[in-house]
């Protein structure tokens, strides 16, 4: 088979890509060569505005644009006084497809581990503290997986919050065992929305 640098080149990148590889990126690449106007051209400029224009929000964790500010945290259009904590926006994602939830969500962009302390400090649980008090958060819900990691980042948020009035709940315990939310299916997640259960009692 030819070897073109640029080719080979772009192979490399396409198959970092969650569920490709090398072959799905050979055809998706002479689909892009064969459709340079269609497909090739508006594809470089999207992706050029969301390098440009996208970014995570360094207050509530989730995607904002340049254009629209932080539709979750600065320019709702209405209020809440719920705020959902996810580990990632593929959580996010999930949770707002399946319709189950109203309020604002806040993005850790990962979990703490027993072993990896250094990440607390990444995972924006000051800023969730403004938000509670600014927004008048009545119920912070935690979201995380059912994994090990989920379930002690669940715990240090407890902790986090204790100071603050709010009332704190977590997912039922329906989750299968290493469940991550963003894989789990919708009556799965509204089932384990509907059934979350207090937590707070715990620590007076
Ligand atoms: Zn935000």
Known sequence: MQKIPEIEELIKLISKLPSLGPKSARRII?????????????????????LKNVSRCNLCGSLKSIETGCINCENVSK???KICVVENIA??????????????????????????????GDLLIESLI??????????VILATSATVEGQTTAFYIQDSLKKTNVIISKLAQGLPVGGEIENLDDGTLISAFKNRKELDEKFD
């Open 79 to 81: 209020k809440f006084n």
């Open 91 to 120: 959580d996010q994602w999930s949770i707002e497809n399946s319709s189950i939830f109203q309020g604002y969500f806040h993005v850790l962009g990962g979990t703490i581990s027993n072993s990896n302390n250094q990440r607390k």
């Open 130 to 139: 403004e938000r509670i008090k600014k927004d008048n958060i009545e119920e």
């Open 30 to 50: 002479l689909k892009l060569i064969n459709n340079r106007d269609e497909i090739m051209k508006p594809m470089l400029s999207s992706l050029k505005d969301l």
